[in-house]
């Protein structure tokens, strides 16, 4: 498969698993489940059940496409997905997560490749 596709594909697979963690954490949010903090860092960023199972779900797509990735996260530290030197992924899997753990759904999830 060549690199355009893999992209394509990439894109595709994300703009779903997008789509479903919004429905998830508005689930998590109506029921008031899974919104416990599991990390907090020294400058007061705080990670989320959450903000925890999104970045799984992205860096298990990440991990499908077989691209060399360096990943960097807000919320672990960074992870190398193959030989991880071809791109760098910035991820931030639920950018407005101390809102939502406060109830409010609206947040949004910043990718960069």
């Known amino acids: 498969m060549s690199l355009?596709?893999?992209i394509m594909q990439l894109e595709l697979d994300l703009a779903r698993e997008f789509e479903?963690?919004?429905e998830?954490?508005?689930r998590r949010v109506a029921t008031l489940q899974g919104l416990e903090t599991v990390?907090?860092?020294?400058?007061?960023?705080?990670?989320h059940s959450f903000d925890s199972m999104a970045e799984?779900?992205?860096i298990n797509i990440l991990r499908r496409t077989g691209l060399n990735l360096t990943v960097m996260s807000e919320e672990s530290p960074t992870l190398t997905v193959g030989s991880g030197?071809?791109?760098?992924a910035i991820v931030d899997p639920i950018d407005g997560s101390d809102m939502v753990a406060r109830g409010y759904?609206?947040?949004?999830?910043?990718?960069s490749l």
Request: no cysteine; proline share 3%.
């Open 4 to 6: 355009n596709n893999i």
């Open 39 to 47: 990390a907090i860092r020294q400058d007061g960023d705080t990670t």
């Open 56 to 58: 799984d779900r992205i």
């Open 85 to 88: 030197n071809e791109f760098v």
């Open 105 to 111: 759904p609206l947040a949004s999830t910043a990718f």
């Open 24 to 26: 998830e954490v508005k």
């Open 20 to 22: 479903a963690l919004g």
